[in-house]
Structures are given as C-alpha cells and as structure tokens.
C-alpha cells in the first residue's frame, strides 16, 4: 500500500521540461517530485530588482527570475528563492525530491536531430542513400548507425559536414570528470605510431542545453574547446559554401585517381576558393542527393591542415593528431583521449561557458583539406555513451 501510495504522488507530482508548472503564490509550489538528470525549469510570477535562487544553502550564481535545477544523484534538496527588493523582498523555501527513473536510462544516442554532410567521396554510402529518400529518412538512417548499442560508421564528408544527436536524458555536467565519450575510425600508421600520425580526422564538437524546454536542438550551441582552439591559425567564424556540379561538365582529369579534379566547387569566407575532387575509388556522387539546393553553406570553426606528404609527389600522406579534444582524432582504444568535458564549453567570444548539463551534441569535420588519393578530410563517427551512465554488460540467454 506504501508503494502504491508513493507511485500515485509521484504520477500526480513529478515535473519534468515538457510540463507546466501551476503558479501557487509566487509560482513556485512547496514541493515537487523528479527523475534525476531531468530539468525542472522554476519561473517567478513575481517582480523585484534582483533574483537569487540557492540549492541546501549553496548560492546557484544566477540573478534571473527563472533557474533551471538539474541533479545527477538521487535524494531531498532544499531550495530557496529570494526576491530582492526595497519595497517588495520575498523569501520562499520549497524541497525537490529526486528519485530514480522508473526506466533505466541508456548510456547510448537515442536521437539524430540532424544529419547535414559536406561533399564527400563516402557521402551516399554511410549511411546509404537511395532514390526518393529526404533529409528525414537520411536522419532517420544516421540514426539507425549509430543509436543504442548500434555501431555502423556514418561519414560527414568534407570541411563543415555535421551531425546532431542526443540521450534519452540531460547529460549532467560534473567538473573534473569527463562527460562523453564518441568513438570514430582513426589509426596511428605502423612505422612510427609514437608521431601519433596515420589517418586522424579530427571533428570538432559543439553542445548545446535545452534552456527553452522544447526538446529541440534550437538554443544556443557552444563550441569544446580542444587543444588547438587557441591556436593562430585556428579560424574561428568561418564558412565555406559548395556548389553542386553541372552534370554537363566536361570532367577534368588528374593523374591516375582523379578523374574530376574540378568537381565540387566551394568559396570561403576567407575568400579562399577550391574543389572536393571526384576519385576513381568511389564512383557514386559526392553531393548529398536528398538535397535539392544548388548551393549549401557549412560554418564553424576550421582547425589547420594536420596532413603531410611525405612522399613529396602526393601518393602518401600522414594525418597527424592534434593533443586532445577532438572526434576521430585518435585510436578507439585510448579512452581519455576520445572523451569530452562539458566545462570545456566556450561562447562565441572564447569564454568559458559553466553549463550545468548538455542535451545535444554536434559533431562537424573540422578540417578543409584533400589529401591526394586519400581524398578529402572527413570525420567519422560510429556511437558514443554518457559516462556517468554505466554500461551494463550483456546478459546471456535465457535457457529455453
């Protein structure tokens, strides 16, 4: 009978984003019930010069009206909220319970919000395109990768080229630790591997936190910033746009594997100009074909070249690391170094941002660069997990 009792207050009780809060005096009711690692967005129905909200006594450095509160752990928190004003102050004490989720969170992607590639020689074939799909059923294949316990590489294509997912709960930012961990393709060479140079085709991310309780990738993202945020020749702001190819065209041929090295056309706003060349190796078009634009632009930040020729003609190039702070920019098998930290958040001016968690990440190649035959450089990404979520490990069969 407890139990039921518990389950009905906790039905008729627990708040969540996606619920309206009822406004009791001030707009903030006694008590509320939620799951951990879920937001309950608090809103005063009443004015006054200045805001502070508290959490067991901790001051939560916001002077806003609204606060969103976010646990990570289970228990009973006591919260506070003071309107701060000569005519009219108000102080008001409320207590959240933070329960467990009645469904056990998964530490995997469970939504693609966004599947948007640059040009790029395995665009069409991860995921796999077929006549009549449209951006949603593209979306819905991206999806399909790298979801759950799926883990089916999918290719962003050149410099800019991006994709947006998310866990079935806020990821919660705890300092210190790492947050995430996403896993991509890239390899160290054999004849040097200490160099950490092979194929790293670092992809930069971006994170954004849900502050309009909508469930869409549509507030305001910031940029990780990894080791070579800082560096000069990092370009910051940048965008490159591609146009598609005239099917028309006469192709231009260069040497034995380019047999368009004027396929792709793209401008920056560098006022650079170049091409995503067409090889002899993947024969199917490298634009997007769900894409009905002519033309399409892709902005970011663009970290420099990592690639040299060491052959000195072209027909072998290494791709070396940058230290840290990147997708696909280091062997799977090296777990910091593919793991995130949301306080390494930046705003557009390079400031730190404290966010208190993340729920949606976006991952863009980071690079415009072509690497002879290896073709351009483009990262790819396979699955990743929040790791403050544990992995629990197979369950044999049930015997029959």
């Not at 665009?123 to 089916?152: F, H, L």
């Amino acid at each position: 009978m407890k139990h039921l009792l518990l389950a009905i207050l906790c039905a008729a009780a627990i708040s969540g984003c996606t619920h309206s809060i009822d406004t009791v005096n001030l707009g903030i009711d006694d008590v509320y019930y939620i799951y951990r690692m879920q937001k309950l967005p608090l809103h005063s129905a009443l004015t006054g010069e200045h805001y502070r909200w508290s959490v067991d006594g901790s001051d939560c450095g916001t002077d806003a009206p609204d606060y969103i509160f976010l646990a990570a752990e289970e228990g009973t928190y006591s919260l506070s909220f003071d309107i701060i004003d000569a005519a009219t102050p108000y102080h008001f004490d409320f207590t959240v319970h933070v329960l467990h989720e009645e469904v056990e969170y998964s530490p995997y992607i469970a939504h693609v919000y966004e599947y948007r590639p640059a040009p790029g020689q395995f665009v069409n074939e991860m995921p796999k395109y077929e006549p009549g799909d449209t951006e949603a059923d593209m979306v819905r294949k991206a999806q399909d990768c790298i979801s759950g316990t799926n883990d089916v590489m999918i290719s962003l294509g050149a410099y800019g080229g991006y994709v947006t997912f998310g866990f079935d709960h806020t990821v919660v930012n705890i300092p210190g630790e790492y947050d995430f961990r996403i896993w991509g393709n890239a390899f160290y060479e054999l004849i040097n591997p200490e160099l950490k140079g092979g194929s790293c085709e670092p992809g930069i991310v971006w994170v954004s936190y849900d502050t309009n309780c909508n469930g869409l990738p549509d507030d305001t993202w910031y940029e990780l910033a990894g080791s070579d945020y800082g560096n000069p020749a990092t370009r910051h702001a940048y965008t490159l746009t591609y146009s598609a190819p005239d099917p028309d065209r006469e192709p231009v041929k260069n040497g034995s594997f380019i047999d368009d090295a004027a396929y792709i056309a793209w401008t920056d706003s560098d006022g650079a100009s170049g091409f995503v060349p067409h090889n002899i190796f993947h024969k199917q078009s490298y634009w997007p074909m769900w894409l009905h634009d002519r033309t399409y632009s892709l902005s970011g930040s663009c970290l420099p070249p990592n690639a040299i020729d060491t052959s000195g003609n072209g027909t072998y190039f290494v791709l070396y690391s940058f230290a840290w702070g990147y997708v696909d920019n280091h062997p799977n098998d090296n777990d910091e170094l593919n793991s995130f930290k949301i306080d390494w958040a930046v705003d557009a001016d390079g400031m730190p941002v404290a966010l208190p968690g993340i729920d949606f990440v976006r991952v863009q190649t980071g690079i415009n660069q072509y690497c002879g035959w290896i073709g351009e450089t483009s990262t790819e990404l396979s699955k990743a997990v929040d790791l403050h979520i544990p992995i629990l490990p197979d369950l044999p069969p049930e015997p029959i």
